[in-house]
């Protein structure tokens, strides 16, 4: 697989902590789904209309999966729910977990499918561990079809975590509307920026 040394650095993480979690019997990253509950029903609250647009036996790819939480919800909706990630054992994980789902392991950089093959394409949590995002955004939009929905969420640089002492080297937090530059160069129709924030509505600006 393509990767850059940050993202080898990831693949050991993760594949080490999933593999202690098997080992101890618990489902692996099991935290992690309670923790983002929230942000899932988010999520799905906020994009639900634009995904219900798609027609029917669409297909939707999710660019990171993990245990497939997203690319479950996908299927739920009817979609043809496929999802990648680098890691061997969170992929061997997902396919017990989500058997409705099509799993396997790939590289951000070469994702394993035709041009446009998806309608939707979702990258969640994931850009900010990469070392080229604007390689992997080509990749995204490669297989995206044309008029198709493609949502990043990603680390913002004016959240207040981006604040607290050091910033990670295994984190990349970023400006929203640079961001938005980088992938206005990539063809796309209409961009928009959508923030989670909990703030005055007085920068509700940001959140748009």
Known sequence: MKEKKIEYEW????DEDVSKNERKGLMPL???ERSWEIYF???F?????????RKPK???LDVGCGLGFVSREFARLGFEAYGV???KEVIKAAKRYVPAVHFQRSSIYELPFPDQSFDVVTCLGVLQTVADPSEAINEMSRVLKQGGLLVIRTLNTFALSSFRGKKSLFFTFYNPFQLKKIIKKKNFGKISIKGIYICPKFIKFFTQ
Do not use: H, M, R, T
């Not at 693949?11 to 993760?14: G, S, T």
């Open 11 to 14: 693949e050991k993480i993760v």
């Open 30 to 32: 099991g935290a992690l």
């Open 41 to 43: 029903q988010y999520f």
């Open 45 to 53: 609250e906020y994009y639900l209309k634009k995904i219900k647009k």
């Open 58 to 60: 669409s297909s939707a």
């Open 85 to 87: 990630d680098f890691s």
